[in-house]
């Protein structure tokens, strides 16, 4: 499957402040999908990408995938408590799994 | 609108024990993803279905076997139970064939082997 590598490990920011996680993978990805996993809850997808360079929109969240398929990242603006959970960056390849990033855990201090 | 039901929520087994997670698709997805998450982990890949035949596999160790059923529910089924098997167990369904397409989890199965 795809290797995908996520970046922070863990983010704390304050209510307000932006937040940013990075996924790169060292092969080309046919696609890349984003969830979010809410303490104790479950992963819920949030987007997928599938065009060299798309950069997509959900309110305060901007995702972009790289020109070259092989990064993306997601953007949050003007964190709220609300944004708190951990995001993952999946990829599927053209095999039925998805592979998920190591995640960012996100907490926003009120 | 219906989602993907896994059973049983919580699940506690002494270790050497079987165990046995089912999991209910979303009516009309015909691709099914078992997962397991330990704590402060990303969910691991474990096997996939296709149309009720096993599709992909990923880190299931041999203990584990898992199948999925006429009426596209499946199951999970654990033997010799270890204590590093305690986790999240999370089923997930998609359509048009999984590829690319958006995961739906189901809620968990946590599992806790003593």
């Known amino acids: 499957g795809q290797q995908v590598m996520q970046i922070p490990q863990y983010q704390h920011v304050q209510e307000g402040e932006d937040f940013t996680t990075y996924c790169n993978s060292s092969?080309?990805?046919?696609?890349i999908q984003w969830y979010k996993q809410r303490p104790g809850g479950h992963p819920v997808f949030l987007i997928q990408?599938?065009?060299?360079?798309e950069v997509k929109k959900q309110k305060r969240l901007t995702f972009q995938f790289g020109e070259a398929k092989k990064n993306s990242s997601l953007h949050i603006t003007a964190t709220q408590t609300t944004d708190v959970g951990t995001y993952f960056c999946?990829?599927?390849?053209?095999?039925?799994?998805?592979?998920f990033g190591s995640g960012t855990q996100l907490t926003v201090l009120p | 609108a219906a989602g993907v039901i896994q059973s049983p929520r919580h699940l506690i087994k002494e270790k050497r024990e079987t165990a046995t997670l089912k999991c209910y698709p979303i009516?009309?997805?015909?691709?099914v993803y078992w997962y397991q998450q330990g704590p402060g982990q990303d969910p691991q890949f474990l096997i996939s279905?296709?149309?009720?035949?096993?599709?992909d596999k990923g880190s299931i160790p041999d203990r584990f076997s898992a199948q999925q059923f006429s009426d596209y529910h499946s199951e999970l089924n654990m033997s010799s139970l270890e204590l590093g098997d305690s986790a999240l167990y999370f089923c997930?369904?998609?359509?048009?064939?999984?590829?690319?397409?958006?995961?739906?989890f189901g809620q968990g199965t946590r599992l806790t082997v003593v």
């Open positions: 997930a369904s998609s359509q048009r064939g999984g590829r690319g397409t958006e995961a739906f």
């Open positions: 092969t080309t990805l046919s696609n």
């Open positions: 990408l599938v065009k060299s360079g």
């Open positions: 999946a990829a599927s390849g053209s095999a039925r799994q998805l592979t």
């Open positions: 009516p009309r997805h015909d691709t």
């Open positions: 279905f296709y149309e009720k035949m096993q599709s």
